[in-house]
Nanobody
């Protein structure tokens, strides 16, 4: 069972920055989908950013492009989300998620939607005040 633990959430004023971290328990797959999602009250969970470690390709929601940066540290099994120029609309619970890709799998790997991920953390709250 893969465990993910998010940290780094908090309250910040609009225009501020936060860095979210996600610790992933020991994982055997060298290729992974890793991503950040968020869910605001009364809204569906949405993809914020994701990365496919097999090719270092990244995906960003249009609403966060140019403001958020996803990164990883394989040696430490860590995933990060650097958030800058935060807006009140960024207020949400933020979740990290992952899925391992077996070595025998050679088809295209998509890492963009909730369905592309298997393991989820409990979330960390981000609140941006105006």
């Amino acid at each position: 069972q893969v465990r993910l633990v998010e940290s780094g959430g908090g309250s910040v004023q609009a225009g501020g920055s936060l860095r979210l971290s996600c610790t992933v328990s020991e994982y055997t797959y060298s290729r992974r989908c890793m991503g950040w999602f968020r869910q605001a009250p009364g809204k569906e969970r949405e993809t914020v950013a994701s990365i496919y470690t097999g090719g270092d390709s990244t995906y960003y929601a249009d609403s966060v492009k140019g403001r958020f940066t996803i990164s990883q540290d394989n040696a430490k099994n860590m995933l990060y989300l650097q958030m800058s120029s935060l807006k009140p609309d960024d207020t949400a619970m933020y979740y990290c998620a992952t899925r391992g890709i077996p070595t025998w799998y050679t088809d295209y790997v998509r890492c963009e939607t909730e369905d592309d991920f298997i393991y989820w953390g409990q979330g960390t709250q981000v609140t941006v005040s105006s």
